[in-house]
């Protein structure tokens, strides 16, 4: 499955922005989709997942609360809804894909073998 991430931008502390994930090439519906975003210097760190059964999702701790994930299957699409950006959340978001992750490892980027390309997001103060 090939991946394509979009819907970056700068936006100010306090401020919205929606990214897409879009697939295409693999069965869309059987992929677990992982957002994991990585800033200047620090390792990649996971966001959000959303499983391929049932839409069950799942949140990193700096972003609960603010961050909500979704799909649209018959769009072939996941979204990330970003509220409340705050200048900490500046990286790039790139989104995986994997159709044998299990539980305990959805926060593992090694789980993951399909990657989009990474969306920049900037907050500024």
């Known amino acids: 499955v090939q991946l394509q991430a979009s819907g970056g931008g700068l936006v100010q502390a306090g401020g919205s922005l929606r990214l897409s994930c879009v697939a295409s090439?693999?069965?869309?519906?059987?992929?677990?989709i992982t957002w994991f975003r990585q800033a200047p210097g620090l390792e990649r760190e996971f966001v959000a997942t959303?499983?391929?059964?049932?839409?069950?999702?799942f949140y990193g701790e700096s972003v609960k609360g603010r961050f909500t994930m979704s799909r649209d299957n018959a769009k072939n699409t996941v979204y990330l809804q970003m509220n409340s950006l705050r200048p900490e959340d500046t990286a790039v978001y790139y989104c995986?894909?994997?159709?044998?992750?299990?539980?305990?490892?959805?926060?593992?980027?090694?789980?993951?073998?399909?990657w989009g390309q990474g969306t920049q997001v900037t907050v500024s103060s």
């Open positions: 995986a894909a994997s159709s044998s992750v299990i539980h305990s490892a959805l926060a593992s980027q090694n789980a993951y073998a399909h």
């Open positions: 090439g693999g069965s869309f519906r059987t992929y677990t």
């Open positions: 959303i499983k391929s059964r049932g839409g069950y999702t």
